[in-house]
């Protein structure tokens, strides 16, 4: 295999990152996680109605509370690992592509901090 390898990634010694399959896994992992809670979430929404009393209600018995946190995760993350292969596949100017890769990784956090928050603060009585 050393023969496919440029001169200077043979004396550099690079070679692959292996970060993509990881990422790959991930992408898969979230999405299916996404699959029962997506259709949790729908069945629940529509079932305990739109009034801010139902859901202020609902959301403060733990298991509703809990999952709805691991809703959040799972589409914050895997929402940011899709639009990562994007950002990585389409700009092409690497100041930009890492500008826009550490807001996007900020924002995510921002969202999912803020999410968790929300639904901790209602379930404790907030």
Known sequence: ?????????????????????????????????????????????AGVGGSYEAVHAWLRVPGPSILMILFLGSALYHAMLGVQVVLEDYVHCEKAKIASLVSLKLVTVLLAVAGIYAVLRVGFGG
């Open 1 to 45: 295999m050393e023969r496919m390898r440029t001169p200077y990634g043979r004396v550099a010694g690079l070679g692959s990152a292996k970060e993509g399959v990881q990422h790959w896994w991930m992408q898969r992992l979230t999405a299916v996680a996404l699959i029962p809670l997506s259709l949790w979430f729908a069945i629940s929404v």
